[in-house]
């Protein structure tokens, strides 16, 4: 395979609420210990639609170039460069990157809570034809995920973790209040339990929807109780 070269890719670039552009912009530089991937598919997550709109944490996400002006940090894809200190990873390889990047040492590292780490970085800028992530961050996608299934990885392990912390089992019933997309998922992890589900929820569709996932009692408290 000849080596990667390109030098410049198309990404979303938002320069103010609902300006979006796609652009020209640079293929990003890695360092030794990253790697530069394909994206293949990425999700849409609220943070961006808050990025989209405006009314998301700037400071994080800057307009313009320097950030993308958005999130975008449901992506995956497959690895087209890796770095020199690279050795669990290759090209070709499929893969979805974890959004944080915990540092390790910090004392929320030590208690194994890494979402809290006081140091950690976050994987983003996935609108864009290529975007990089550390290579400790990733994880390989099984040859029966597809890329479109793999961008849902990290909300459905934010389902998981909530399944692992109420530990529901068969006999037990689980109420989830709201049926959009994070609900709906909870939904369908919850039902692995064997857990009963009940999903209140004041939109019909996705009341409907909720039933389709799983859902065995569904709820409209604007019209019942
Ligand atoms: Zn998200
Ligand atoms: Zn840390």
Known sequence: MPDFDKKKMKAAVLYGPADLHIEEVDVPEIKPDEVLIKVRAIGICPSDVRSYLGIYKRQMYPWGKESYGLSGHEWCG???KVGEAVKDFSVGDRVVPEIIVPCGSCKYCGMGLTNLCKNKGNITRGYAEYAKSPAKALFRLPDNVSFVEAAFAEPIAVCLH????????PGQTVLIIGGGPMGLLHVQVTKLSGAQVIVSEVVENRLKMAKDFGADITVNPAKED
């Open 78 to 80: 497959d690895i087209v």
């Open 162 to 169: 909530a399944n692992d912390i109420i530990s529901a089992k």
